[in-house]
C-alpha cells in the first residue's frame, strides 16, 4: 500500500512515493525552465515546460519503485500559490502563466471601487491582461492555479482544492468558498463563471486518464484527491496539526505557520490567513521574503559552490551573538520593516566570513521570532513547540539557533520533502486509509530529533533581540527613507 504526494513548486516539481509510516519509497524530481523576468516587472513560466516537469518527475517515481505501481492506491497533487492560468474551452493556456512573483501593475480601471477594491485591481493579474491583452481576455474560459490546471491535465476536469485559490483569487477564507461580492470579481477581472469548482481538503477530484496516463507513467485510473496549498502541505507533512505547534520552513521562503480553530485577520497584513491542509482548521502564515536564498548568494561570493557545510562547520565553532555581529535580513519587502534594507550591526576587523554566516542564520531566526510574537499576541495563543523542515533544517547549528532564538523546543522531521509527504498524507485521508489528517500525521509524520533551548544561550540571544534587533528598525526608519530618496532619485534599483 503506498500513496503518491506530488510538489509542484516555483523551481521544479517533486514526485514522491510514501508508504503508509512516511517512509520514502521511490522518487522524482524534475527542474521547471528558470522563470522569465521582463522589463516591466512581469514574471512568467512557460505551462507546458511544468507539464513536461510533471510527466518527466512522475515517470522517474514510476520507473523507480521497487514493485507495481499498481499498489499506489491514491494520489494528491500540491503547487506553487497565487500564480495564475488563462485557458480556454479545451484547456490550453492563451497565454504564459502569471508567477506569483510578477509586479505588473494596471491603472484604475474602476474608479468607483472602494480603495481598498482599487488597491487589489491594480495587482490583479486578470486585469492586466484585461487592459494589455483584451483580445486573450475575450478568449478566457477559465483562469485556474496551477493545481487546478494540472487536475485538468491528470484527471480531464476544472476542480481544484481550497488551500490553492486563497490569496490573490475572489476566495471567501471564512466560508470556504468563492465570494459573494459582487465588487469583489469586479476588483480581479475573474467572472465567478471563469472559475472553478473548488473541493476541501481529502475530497476526490478524479482519476488519472488514459491520455495522462500514457505521459506520465501512472497507472489509468488512480483516484486522485484534493490537496491544498505547498505551505499548508508542508505543514501538515511535518506533522503540525495541534494548535501550540508552529511549523517553520527554511527555504527559499522562510516562514511560520501557526494553526487557529478560526480565520483571523491582520489589520497590518503582517501574516497571512489561510485555509488549512487540516479541515477545521485555517493556518497564519509569517513569511519572510529571500528566507535563505541569501545564503545561497553568500555562498557564491564568498565561497564555492556547495560551500555550506563549510561554512555551517566554521559557525559551529563561534560562540552566540557571533561575536558582536547583528544581522537584520531584510532581504525582501517586509510587513513589519516597510521600506527596510538590510543591515550588518558591529563589523571589525575580527570578524570572519563564518561570523557572517552564523549572524545570518541568528538573523533570520530573530525575524521569525518577531513573526510568531506578532502572531501569538494577536491569537492569545502560545506555542509549544515548533517542528522545521526545509532544506537547512538539516544543520544541528541552524535547529539549535531556532530552538535557543525562539525559545522552543525544534523538532527535526524526517524528511525535507514535508510538502509532498503531506500531500500524500491527504491521498491516504481521502482513500479512507486513515480517519483523518491528526491521524495521518500520526502514523506518517515522524520526528527525527529534538533541540532543546540551552538556558544561557537563551538568555543571551533574547538580550541581543529585545536590546539590539527589534530597535534597529525603528531607529533606522528615516534612514530608510532617505535611503530610497536618494536611490530612486539616482536612479537606481529599489528591488
Known amino acids: 500500500m503506498a500513496f503518491l504526494g506530488i510538489d509542484c513548486g516555483t523551481q521544479g516539481t ?56 499498481d499498489r499506489i492506491i491514491a494520489a494528491c497533487l500540491t503547487s506553487q500559490r497565487s500564480s495564475m492560468l488563462a485557458v480556454d474551452r479545451d484547456g490550453e493556456p492563451l497565454r504564459p502563466l502569471f508567477s506569483w512573483m510578477d509586479q505588473r501593475r494596471v491603472g484604475s480601471l474602476s474608479p468607483h471601487l472602494p480603495p481598498h477594491l482599487q488597491a487589489l485591481q491594480a495587482s490583479a493579474k486578470a486585469c492586466w491582461m484585461k487592459q494589455h491583452e483584451p483580445e486573450k481576455y475575450e478568449r478566457v474560459h477559465l483562469f485556474l492555479s496551477v493545481s ?34 459582487a465588487l469583489l470579481y469586479q476588483a480581479y477581472a475573474t467572472p465567478r463563471e471563469k472559475l472553478p469548482r473548488v ?24 483516484r486522485v484527491f484534493a490537496g491544498s496549498g505547498d505551505k499548508m502541505c508542508e505543514m501538515l507533512g511535518a506533522g503540525a496539526t ?13 516562514g511560520l505557520e501557526v494553526n487557529v480553530p478560526a480565520p483571523r485577520f491582520a489589520g497590518d497584513g503582517a501574516y497571512w490567513t489561510n485555509p488549512a491542509a487540516v479541515p477545521g482548521l485555517w493556518n497564519l502564515e509569517y513569511a519572510l521574503p529571500g528566507g535563505y536564498l541569501m545564503l545561497d548568494w553568500f555562498c557564491r561570493q564568498f565561497g564555492q559552490a556547495g560551500c555550506e557545510a563549510d561554512l555551517d562547520r566554521e559557525a ?63 491569537t492569545a495563543q502560545p506555542l509549544a513547540e515548533l517542528l522545521v523542515g ?17 525559545g522552543l523546543p525544534a523538532a527535526r522531521v524526517q524528511t525535507t520533502e514535508t510538502c509532498a509527504l503531506g500531500a500524500a498524507m491527504l491521498a491516504a485521508v481521502g482513500a479512507g486509509v486513515f480517519e483523518n489528517c491528526q491521524d495521518a500525521a500520526a502514523h ?38 532617505a535611503f530610497g530618496r536618494v536611490f530612486a532619485a539616482k536612479g537606481e534599483a529599489m528591488t
Open 14 to 69: 517533486r514526485a514522491i512515493v510514501f508508504d503508509g509510516s512516511g517512509r520514502v519509497i521511490s522518487a522524482g524530481a524534475a527542474k521547471h525552465a528558470l522563470p522569465v523576468r521582463l522589463p516591466d516587472g512581469g514574471v512568467e513560466q512557460d505551462p507546458a515546460d511544468l507539464w513536461q516537469a510533471f510527466c518527466r518527475a512522475c515517470r522517474q517515481a514510476i520507473s523507480g519503485l521497487p514493485f507495481s505501481s
Open 148 to 181: 487546478g490546471w494540472l487536475t485538468w491535465q491528470v484527471c480531464g476536469d476544472f476542480v481544484d482544492c481550497q488551500g490553492s485559490v486563497a490569496g490573490v483569487w475572489p476566495f471567501d477564507i471564512e466560508q470556504l468558498m468563492w465570494s459573494q461580492d
Open 199 to 222: 473541493l476541501p481538503p481529502g475530497a476526490p477530484l478524479g482519476t488519472v486518464t488514459w491520455s495522462a496516463a500514457a505521459q506520465t507513467g501512472l497507472p489509468q485510473g488512480l
Open 242 to 254: 495541534a494548535l501550540d505547534q508552529g511549523y517553520i520552513t527554511y527555504g527559499s521562503m522562510a
Open 316 to 378: 559551529q565553532a563561534l560562540p552566540p551573538g557571533s561575536d558582536g555581529l547583528v544581522v537584520a535580513p531584510y532581504w525582501a519587502p517586509n510587513t513589519l520593516a516597510n521600506g527596510a534594507r538590510s543591515v550588518v550591526l558591529g563589523m571589525n576587523e575580527g570578524h570572519s566570513r563564518a561570523h557572517l554566516f552564523r549572524a545570518m542564520l541568528e538573523g533570520t531566526a530573530f525575524a521569525l521570532r518577531q513573526g510568531m510574537e506578532h502572531i501569538t499576541t494577536d
Open 390 to 406: 526545509g532544506g537547512a533544517a538539516g544543520s544541528d547549528l541552524v535547529m539549535q539557533i531556532t530552538a535557543d532564538v525562539l
Open 444 to 481: 506518517m509524520a515522524q520526528r527525527q530529533q529534538l533541540f532543546q533551548p540551552a538556558f544561557e544561550r537563551a538568555r543571551l540571544y533574547d538580550d541581543i533581540y529585545q536590546q539590539v534587533y527589534l530597535k534597529i528598525y525603528p531607529s533606522l526608519r528615516e534612514v530608510y527613507g
